[in-house]
């Protein structure tokens, strides 16, 4: 079974980089055709897809936030990060990872994720 767990800073302020750890446990990242996501929760708003590595390292970025946006990889701790530059107040929200078994861009809707973590609170304030 897979499981997740996000780590990191729940208080920035504005124009700092946040930088979120997704653990994953039961199963390789590198195993084939497994994706690994992030997903965020603004307060009063929708879930917003951010982007998503592959088991093979590439990666897709929503085109909102591509100029601030990288996931990145570590396959010898079998985690992967988020580093969002530049934040305001308006990246407050609970980022969360997901994974599945094939590649969704864009898309939130939870049915189409095998596993979740259970969400961490980011909030960007002066």
Same mark, same amino acid.
């Given at each position: 079974?897979? !499981?997740? !767990?996000?780590?990191?800073? #729940?208080?920035?302020?504005?124009?700092?980089?946040?930088?979120? *750890?997704?653990?994953?446990?039961?199963?390789? +990242?590198?195993?084939?055709?497994?994706?690994?996501?992030?997903?965020?929760?603004?307060? #009063?708003?929708?879930?917003?897809? +951010? $982007?998503?590595?592959?088991?093979? #390292?590439?990666?897709?970025?929503?085109?909102?936030?591509?100029?601030?946006?990288?996931?990145?990889?570590?396959?010898?701790?079998?985690? =992967? +990060?988020?580093?969002?530059?530049?934040?305001?107040?308006?990246?407050?929200?609970?980022?969360?990872?997901?994974?599945?078994?094939?590649?969704?861009? $864009?898309?939130?809707?939870?049915?189409? =994720?095998?596993?979740? #973590?259970?969400? *961490? !609170?980011?909030?960007?304030?002066?």
């Amino acid at each position: 079974q897979v !499981q997740l !767990q996000e780590s990191g800073p #729940g208080l920035l302020k504005p124009w700092q980089t946040l930088s979120l *750890t997704c653990t994953v446990s039961g199963i390789s +990242m590198s195993t084939a055709n497994y994706y690994w996501t992030w997903i965020r929760h603004p307060p #009063g708003k929708g879930l917003e897809w +951010m $982007g998503v590595v592959s088991y093979s #390292g590439s990666t897709y970025y929503s085109p909102s936030l591509k100029s601030r946006i990288s996931i990145v990889r570590d396959t010898s701790k079998n985690q =992967f +990060m988020l580093q969002l530059l530049y934040v305001t107040p308006e990246d407050t929200a609970v980022y969360y990872c997901a994974a599945s078994k094939r590649l969704i861009l $864009g898309a939130t809707s939870e049915n189409l =994720f095998d596993s979740w #973590g259970q969400g *961490t !609170q980011v909030t960007v304030s002066s």
